[in-house]
């Protein structure tokens, strides 16, 4: 009996690890959206090293998002909404950001797919002084956000949702706790751990 305790608890510690894992990719994700809102002007043309940093963001949003959603290596099975029923309910439209989000980390942004990459080869030719020309070939593109304004307006929302009914899942999730450290915060944010 004591070994398939010992199982069980085993297996709820690596399904909370997960749970956590999952926790910091979605504010890791919140904090990109936060980022994009921040910092971009959308009516505004930036230069493409402006235009690069804004694309970091928005990779990082949509691979941090989709992260929980696939299979890790040796830490339980992926996130699952179930993991945050009956609290949490997703809507219409916060499936098809999820579809969205998804697609975009399969196709753009973590894997390439050569039949929708944004980016375009251009030939950049010089004359030089003797006479013959240097040809530089040139990638172009590729910088351009694949989520606007409103998109990433409502996946920040989506995601602020996601993370409170997550943070709270982690508080509750029934695996044991023996072994965590305890750190004593003060209600100045100062931490010192206990022992």
């Known amino acids: 009996m004591t070994g398939q305790s010992d199982q069980r608890d085993s297996d709820s510690r690596q399904k909370l690890l997960r749970l956590m894992m999952s926790a910091l990719d979605f504010r890791h994700a919140l904090s990109a959206a936060t980022f994009l809102l921040e910092d971009v002007d959308w009516t505004k043309s930036y230069r493409s090293e402006e235009l690069r940093r804004f694309k970091c963001y928005e990779t990082t949003m949509v691979v941090s998002y989709a992260r929980p959603f696939t299979q890790a290596r040796g830490h339980g099975a992926p996130f699952g909404w179930k993991l945050i029923k009956p609290a949490f309910q997703i809507n219409e439209a916060e499936a098809a950001l999820h579809s969205r989000l998804m697609d975009s980390r399969n196709r753009l942004h973590a894997h390439s797919d050569g039949y929708t990459t944004l980016i375009r080869p251009e030939i950049w030719r010089s ?7 240097f040809d530089f070939l040139a990638i172009m593109g590729g910088e351009q956000l694949v989520f606007a304004e409103n ?14 009914h997550v943070d709270n899942a982690v508080q ?10 305890i750190v004593v915060a ?10």
């Open 127 to 133: 004359d030089l002084p003797n006479g013959s020309t």
């Open 151 to 164: 998109d990433v307006e409502a996946i920040h929302a989506f995601l602020w949702k996601l993370r409170h």
């Open 172 to 181: 509750s999730y029934p695996a044991p706790r023996d072994g965590i450290p």
């Open 186 to 195: 003060d209600m100045f944010g100062a931490r010192t751990e206990d022992g």
